[in-house]
């Protein structure tokens, strides 16, 4: 099992910043691709970053990219998301997630779809204010 703890949430104006953390425990965290994921109220939830095991490959969906930063400190257990430039769009509950990883190079696809991860954690609030 792994424990995922997301932290920073908040309420921010428009153009404000958020950095979000998760916290992970459990199993040895460098065995697990990393991804950040959103459901705004009444929608489904949706794919915004993902890290690979080693910290060195990122992606990240079209609406967040030049603003969000995803990052992990493997030594540290835990994994970011730098949230820059909000907009109320981004106003949503914020999930981190894990996903059992036997390579450290996927292509982008492997880390869009919610169901492929193994462990969740259980979301932070996000509201942009403008």
């Known amino acids: 099992q792994v424990q995922l703890v997301e932290s920073g949430g908040g309420l921010v104006q428009a153009g404000g910043s958020l950095r979000l953390s998760c916290a992970a425990s459990?199993?040895?965290?460098?065995?697990?691709?990393m991804g950040w994921f959103r459901q705004p109220p009444g929608k489904q939830r949706d794919f915004v970053a993902a890290?690979?095991?080693?910290?060195?490959?990122?992606y990240y969906a079209d609406s967040v990219k030049g603003r969000f930063t995803i990052s992990r400190d493997n030594a540290k257990n835990t994994v970011y998301l730098q949230m820059n430039s909000l907009e109320p769009a981004d106003t949503a509950v914020y999930y981190c997630?894990?996903?059992?990883?036997?390579?450290?190079?996927?292509?982008?696809?492997?880390?869009?779809?919610?169901?492929?991860?193994?462990?969740w954690g259980q979301g932070t609030q996000v509201t942009v204010s403008s």
């Open positions: 997630a894990a996903k059992l990883s036997s390579r450290t190079y996927y292509s982008s696809s492997y880390y869009y779809t919610p169901r492929t991860y193994d462990y």
């Open positions: 459990g199993r040895t965290f460098s065995n697990y691709a």
């Open positions: 890290i690979s095991r080693d910290g060195g490959s990122t």
